[in-house]
């Protein structure tokens, strides 16, 4: 490669003896001037304070001294569209079925009218977050799925992973949630299960009596990488394909979004790319990462998070793609399909670092080059991809009823760059901001023992909000597919951007397995495969 191989994209040189210092500082960011917070001190003098006096909190917390409950906050249009009620709905307002969004969300959801107090023993965002990690939840909330696995146009493999096992039994308009997890997650995540444990319950249990469906992101839950295209925060186009396929296949039933962290950003990215031609009902987003700069600001900024929660981050998703590479090296080696070849060496240099990784460096060469499809992808560096990537750009543009929930003291979304303005100036938007509760943690048990220790508040106005929307939300327009040669299905449309900035294209897939059943094309894929002398998938 010549003396390009010595550079990065930004130009510095692989030879420095420090490897952090090579890569460039994320930009400074400035937090809303009315929000600001005692757990995210922006000064020398606050940060030089900011961990003991957080182990204060935690043992002020310990003996029950500080876990007190605060107000929740909420953030709500100025100008709230309309939505159009199914005309069964008790109680609408009005005789045409039509009410204000704001109002609904605000009449639906009382529980956020009141405190949230955090559980005694994880008083602030870190114990929160850390619960998450340390927690045994193997014994919680249990789902069992079956999978469906599709094809995409540029060579991706799509895992669905759908519950309850015999979904195919519910009513035709039962309600479905499709969930979008979080970094390097999969269905099997403990906030994913809490949720759908309580959507595939039924009615007469207190449940949704729905169905569930995960889209699991490229190369996570188990399912190998087939294209050198992974995903993102920004990449909605497979939140795109996922929703027309699940309206196509469930045509009578309509179709909720909630996602979480990461996922979050990928649904409201999609909401707002998408607008009026939403393929979902309403959209539920947990843990928001909306402005990624800030986010990358405030992992990178401070001692603690940066080589806690940057490191940690970038470490899990370095293991997703060697274990993807690793698998199949001729799919990222090939210089004329992979955009990531001329890097490989970064990536090997990247994994050696061990913990003195960060989120950032990660995204530098991996994300920014192929976190989406090769247009608007790829992009100079992490700051371009950030700067594209972040959702509180498209809220405006949001148009079916949705609902965000924040917490204030997360200490991976920067809780100083809440889209305070961004939802104020929507018409469907509706944010939700408790002072504690960490990144999708929320947990408010009284004890640290047993089931119960596993309590999330959040679940709370999730069901307040989901059984609102399932009540009273019709199912969007009908998908209309055309059948196509070797089993490929694509949406009866004219070409059009799959997400903001790309390139006109058709959405379509291949069955390859439907509920755990391969279908003929799967195992022709297979044999071809063998017949080649190399792994299924490769090259395509």
Known sequence: MGDDRSRTP???????????????????????????????????????????????????????????????????????????????TEGADGADGAMNVDEWIVKNT???????????????????????????????????YVRTTLRVPDGGTLAVDITPPNHEELPADAPTVLVCHGLTGNASESYVRNVLAWVIKPKSEGGLGGRGVVSNFRGCGGQPVTSTQFYSAAASVDVNTISHYVRHRFPQSAVHGIGFSLGAGALARYLGESGEDSQLSSGCMIGCPWDMPALSHSLEDGWFSSRVYSSALGVN????????????PALFEDPKNSRVHDVMHEFRRLRDMG???????VDEFLTSRVGGPSAPWPFNGFQEYYNYASSHKVIHNIKVPSLGINAFDDPVVHGEALPVEQVQNSSHVHLAVTGSGGHLGWFDSPSPYGPQSK????????????????????????????QEEDGWEYVDAPPAPTQLDADPARIGWRVLMVDGHMTSWEEREREQGKEGGKESFQGL
């Open 10 to 88: 930004n130009g510095t040189s692989n030879g420095h003896s420090d490897p952090i210092k090579r890569f460039p500082s994320p930009p400074k960011q400035d937090p809303h001037p009315a929000v600001q917070s005692f757990y995210l001190p922006t000064g020398l003098f606050g940060r030089i304070l900011a961990i003991p006096s957080q182990i204060l909190f935690a043992l002020m917390g310990l003996v029950g001294m500080a876990h007190y409950a605060r107000q929740i906050v909420r953030v709500r249009p100025r100008k709230a569209g309309a939505v159009v009620l199914n005309k069964t």
């Open 110 to 144: 009382p529980s956020l009218n009141g405190t949230y107090k955090p559980a005694w023993w994880l008083p602030n965002g870190h114990l929160q977050t850390f619960f998450i990690i340390s927690g045994d939840f193997s014994k919680t909330d249990k789902v069992d």
């Open 317 to 328: 998703l370095m293991k997703m793609f060697f274990r993807n590479y690793d698998a199949n």
């Open 355 to 361: 913990s003195k990784i960060r989120l950032y460096m």
């Open 455 to 482: 309590s999330r508040w959040v679940r709370t106005p999730i069901a307040e909000f989901l059984s609102a929307a399932a009540r009273d939300l019709p199912p969007r327009p009908p998908v209309a597919v055309v």
